[in-house]
């Protein structure tokens, strides 16, 4: 896409009163947002109760959108980060911030983040695999643990530290309880909004949504003033992934791509040069695993 100045959109450097650029991204999902707690309402095969968690989710990244603009940010970008990734409901979504929809796209849940960003929020997230959180899982069905350098992390991590290699902080989370203490514990001083609370992992503890849009969109605000206060995560080099699988059969399956190790029956390793490399290399892994 490009403007008529021939610049791509969303590369050009915006600027504020203070000549100042401040470019955020959000990278959006669904099972994290307030009122979502089931399977049932998270995909278009769920019908009506779809339609209205899609709208919940748009508005609630209408709120992070709105407090980062209060915050300082002169330029929003959105990618739609859930199942088929087009969820989000342009129609609605704040005319000020760009949308990335749909899917498949190289990069999936932080498709469109470069260097020129100074921090990401990540809305509507969920724990990982394993954890007593709302929806909690990493990724896919398949996946029990997603391991970088011998520290098991779900989405969050797996995210935060692709973005960490561009240089770009995470200051923002929100979602559930449980996501919130993973991202705190992973990220010093991130900001989190926590909207529920799991009562089991299709049950939840809700904030409605006009409360739950006031606390993201304040939190949102606030986090836009910890840029060069939060530092990216970053891996050490080589990096070291291990997935463990499921079952048995998919970890065969992912076990095809050239490079990767059988640690164990559900366990593989696959040593990167770089973050990126450890990334793109979970993603084809879990594509594999999927054929089974
Ligand atoms: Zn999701």
Request: charged share 20%; net charge negative.
């Amino acid at each position: 896409m490009t403007n008529p100045s021939g610049v791509p959109k969303g590369r050009h450097l915006d600027v504020n009163e203070r000549g100042c650029s401040v470019r955020i991204y959000i990278s959006a999902d669904m099972e994290g947002v307030s009122g979502v707690v089931s399977w049932d309402q998270t995909g278009p095969e769920c019908h009506a109760e779809y339609e209205r968690a899609r709208l919940l989710m748009t508005q609630e990244v209408n709120a992070a959108i709105e407090g980062a603009f209060k915050g300082g940010a002169t330029y929003v970008l959105v990618n739609d980060s859930h199942g088929n990734m087009r969820n989000i409901l342009i129609e609605h979504l704040d005319p000020r911030a760009d949308l990335i929809t749909g899917s498949p796209k190289p990069y999936g849940m932080m498709q469109g983040l470069d260097s020129t960003f100074h921090g990401c929020m990540f809305v509507g997230y969920h724990a990982m695999a394993g954890v007593e959180g709302v929806l909690s899982h990493t990724y896919a069905g398949s996946v029990l643990e997603y391991i970088i350098n011998g520290q098991v992390m779900g989405e969050t991590g797996m995210n935060a530290y692709f973005a960490g290699e561009m240089g770009v902080p995470v200051l923002f989370v929100s979602g559930d309880a449980a996501v919130a203490r993973e991202a705190e514990s992973l990220i010093p001083h991130v900001r989190t909004a926590q909207v529920k609370e799991a009562m089991g992992r299709a049950a939840a503890w809700c904030m409605p949504p006009q409360r739950a849009r006031a606390l993201i969109e304040e939190t949102a605000r606030q986090a836009v003033s910890l840029i060069g206060t939060v530092k990216p995560l970053i891996a050490s080099r080589p990096v070291e992934l291990a997935l463990r699988f499921a079952t048995a059969g998919q970890a065969s399956a992912a076990n095809l791509m050239p490079g990767t190790v059988r640690l164990d029956g559900l366990t593989l390793g696959f040593t990167a040069q770089n973050y990126t490399d450890a990334f793109r290399a979970a993603r084809a892994m879990i594509s594999l695993a999927a054929r089974t």
